[in-house]
């Protein structure tokens, strides 16, 4: 792989990702919400009742950008707190009513942009699109990456990068 091809295939990832997430965040902002409200959304429409703290982890976020977004959502009328039956300083995340009849405007809004970035896609494409990226997803969320691989990446050096490149001959 020449030395300007290197990091295209996640350069590019990232950049669609970027621009499907400001797709989505101009359709939801249409409806009330801010980019990452609609994941605590539907996690809660999923899994009703859980606590900041299980919707952190769920979500790969700190569990302080949970109770910030919480809040809000809690102020908009979407969300409502409960004291926890068995530990007081727990509390549960539950939808209010507004929170169940907004679950569809999200829903819809996620379903145009999903239509809008695979527009001109066959079947066929989307299912191999979706296993390409389960497993980008599988590669990286299992990197643990010691801290002399840490410092390597960091310097430029990767003991990685020609067993990539072999693997991407084959």
Do not use: C, W
Request: proline share 2%; net charge neutral; glycine share 6%.
């Amino acid at each position: 792989m020449s030395k300007s091809n290197k990091g295209a295939a996640i350069s590019r990832l990232h950049q669609v990702a970027r621009l499907a997430r400001t797709s989505l965040a101009s359709r939801l902002l249409a409806h009330g919400f801010y980019a990452g409200q609609d994941q605590i959304m539907l996690s809660l429409h999923d899994d009703d009742g859980q606590t900041p703290g299980q919707l952190a982890s769920r979500l790969g976020v700190r569990p302080p950008t949970i109770t910030k977004t919480i809040n809000r959502l809690q102020a908009q009328g979407f969300l409502e707190k409960r004291a926890s039956s068995t530990d007081a300083r727990q509390a549960h995340i539950f939808l209010t009513e507004a929170g169940h009849d907004a679950i569809r405007a999200i829903e819809k809004s996620v379903k145009k942009t999903e239509k809008q970035a695979l527009k001109g896609f066959d079947k066929k494409d989307v299912k191999q699109l979706s296993k390409l990226l389960l497993r980008i997803e599988s590669n990286l969320s299992n990197l643990a990456l010691t801290d002399e691989e840490a410092a390597a990446e960091v310097d430029g050096v990767s003991d990685a990068e020609p067993e990539l490149e072999a693997e991407a001959a084959e």
